[in-house]
């Protein structure tokens, strides 16, 4: 065993060191930080250290620098790790929990564990009874300790969790896609641990909260992740001898032929949980070992579909549901695959979705089923592409069309033509910010003076992670940071900046919930004459902010100066403005 010096501590043996005492004898902690802690210790049951650290007593760094000092062991941040899921396994979950012990690494037979007390030599003993293995000890603080036994025993433990778990879960009811019952317990006995293992995998992806699950297959093993608020986390590993079951069963969920496995798929899932319905966009993909599986989760019951509660800042949401409400005209929403842009224009369609009004509206594919809404799948394979969809719309009497995306120059033309004869057009376009979606329609052949016409609004969006309203504490931002994000002190003045620590509720991540940040550009009289001057993009922007466009940098800053989201978020999500437009 190599740890602390046995003789040191003899007669403690299995006996907790009083560390609150301990950090009183060095003048570490007063008499009334140790009572303030010890009473947060009782009535919240968090370790004595995690009281500390959170009541600003102590830093965490200092603090496992005084325990590695205490017990003359080498001190570990388990934050800064990544421990193997295979180590995880040599030690049971009950035996971690009860003496606050996480294995974090392995060379050989030697099996590294970190203890909150490493004095505790009969644990250390149980560890190597259990492990077989030879014990080097490290020290951690219970907080740390704690969060890497739920974080790492939750995903090492998993597959085992679910299915345990599987005969107190709601039962998930796969449902015909096109009458809408269930399909009989008898057309799903055949395989039923198969069956249960991939119901209870989309139960577990709805209950997180996940928009996505990948099945991934590798030389020998499978891979589970779940996306969950825009990262994607690793699940589990089922066994790999499951691949070809768990496909089969898919596939057949999918309505996918499933003696076809070298070309891609797509299908759709139907299933029931806890009464509600819930739909799956399915994906298909041959790689060198075998199909992965993408499953997109369509859950209405999580779609938010009120404008005022998507994130935007008063002055933009003003101008955008101005746009919306117009009579006609064009409205065109920007930016990457998965930044939200679907949610933003199925709530403006839901504002304007009145008895009175025909809305119609051409997507690849329909994502989510609107009451009252005439929705219509564009089909490549017939020539259902989103122009010929179109045309056909004018001759429907609508109101409001909503087109998926505009692509080329013939839908464009005919999204603008409709815009100009009457009719208020929604679509979507792949630029990075508002401005550069005009020189984006004019590069596709649209005359400047049809886009200057028909465009009301043009709005560009992303998505940042909110921070986890559990473990959110202050932070204090170093003038590096500040000037990385174009952020003078004047404008940071009365800013609360946070971070998220990591907790349950967030699984370690320190973030819970996306928020919308957001580029509304209006089409004004200047704008609309800098489009037909053939203006650049830079000068079209510096115009619309000082028009009072806010770009999407310094709406996802208001944010981070409210303690929404972080700083990371903001600089993965927002691009720098140019200095003369900061």
């Known amino acids: 065993m190599r740890g602390p010096n046995r003789d040191r501590f003899r007669g403690e043996g299995s006996m907790k060191v009083d560390v609150g005492m301990k950090l009183l004898q060095a003048n570490l902690v007063s008499e009334e930080d140790l009572r303030r802690a010890q009473k947060i210790e009782q009535q919240d049951a968090q370790p004595l250290s995690t009281a500390l650290i959170k009541l600003g007593v102590i830093s965490e760094d200092r603090l496992l620098s005084f325990l590695s000092e205490l017990y003359e062991t080498p001190a570990v941040n388990l934050e800064q790790i990544t421990i193997d899921p295979l180590v995880v396994k040599a030690i049971p979950v009950e035996l971690a929990t009860k003496n606050q012990v996480m294995p974090i690494a392995r060379s050989g037979r030697l099996l590294r564990v970190a203890m909150a007390n490493p004095a505790n030599f009969f644990v250390i003993d149980d560890i190597k009874f259990n492990s077989g293995l030879e014990v080097e000890v490290c020290v951690s603080t219970e907080g740390q300790i704690k969060r890497a036994i739920d974080k790492y025993y939750d995903q090492a433990d998993s597959m085992a969790n679910m ?55 590798y030389e020998k093993k499978l891979r589970v992740r779940f996306r969950i608020d825009g990262t994607l986390y690793e699940m589990m590993s089922p066994p790999n001898k499951m691949k070809a079951a768990i496909l089969s069963r898919l596939k057949i969920m999918a309505e996918l032929d499933i ?18 319905t819930i739909d799956l966009r399915v994906s298909t993909l041959p790689t060198i070992f075998g199909e992965k599986i993408v499953m997109r989760i369509l859950d209405k019951g999580n779609l938010a579909l009120d404008l005022t509660k998507l994130g935007f800042e008063p002055g933009p949401l003003s101008n955008f549901l101005r746009a919306v409400e117009s009579p006609y005209g064009m409205v065109l929403v920007t930016g990457p695959t998965g930044s939200g842009k679907t949610t ?151 800013a609360t900046f946070m971070k998220g620590k990591g907790c349950y509720d967030c699984n370690n991540t320190g973030y819970r919930g996306r928020q919308g940040i957001y580029e509304v550009m209006p089409v004004s009289t200047k704008v609309r004459d800098m489009i037909l001057a053939r203006r650049p993009t830079s000068e079209i922007k510096n115009a619309a902010i000082k028009e009072g466009m806010l770009t999407l940098r310094m709406d996802a800053l208001e944010k981070l100066k409210r303690g929404i989201t972080s700083v990371e978020e903001v600089l993965k999500e927002s691009a720098p403005d140019d200095e003369a437009a900061v």
Do not use: W
Not at 259 to 271: F, K, L, T, Y
Not at 358 to 364: K, L, P
Not at 387 to 412: C, H, W, Y
């Open 163 to 217: 299915m345990k778990s599987m005969e107190t879960e709601e039962d998930v009811e796969v449902v015909d896609s096109t009458d809408d019952e269930q399909v009989s317990g008898a057309a799903l006995s055949e395989e039923a641990p198969v069956v249960k293992f991939v119901n209870t995998l989309m139960a577990e992806a709805v209950r997180r909260g996940a928009s996505d699950i990948h099945i991934e297959p």
């Open 259 to 276: 003696a076809e496995r070298r070309v891609p798929q797509d299908g759709r899932i139907r299933i029931r949980l806890a009464g509600r």
């Open 344 to 494: 933003t224009l199925y709530s403006a369609l839901s504002r304007v979705n009145l008895p009175g009004v025909n809305i119609m509206t051409a997507e690849d594919p329909v994502e989510y089923n609107l009451e009252g809404i005439n929705q219509v799948n564009v089909n490549d394979a017939v020539d259902l592409t989103f122009s010929a969809a179109l045309k056909a719309f004018l001759r429907q009497d609508p109101n409001i069309i909503m087109v998926g995306e505009i692509r080329d120059k013939d839908t464009a033309s005919i999204a603008i033509k409709a815009a100009l004869t009457g009719h208020l057009v929604f679509s979507t376009v792949h630029t990075n910010d508002a401005p550069s979606t005009i020189n984006r329609m004019i590069d596709m052949g649209i005359e400047p003076f049809l886009v200057a016409s028909a465009t009301n609004l043009i709005l560009a969006q992303r998505l940042v992670r909110r921070i986890c309203p559990k473990c959110k504490e202050q932070v204090t931002l170093s003038d590096e940071v500040m000037r990385e994000l174009q952020l003078s002190a004047a404008r940071a003045e009365g």
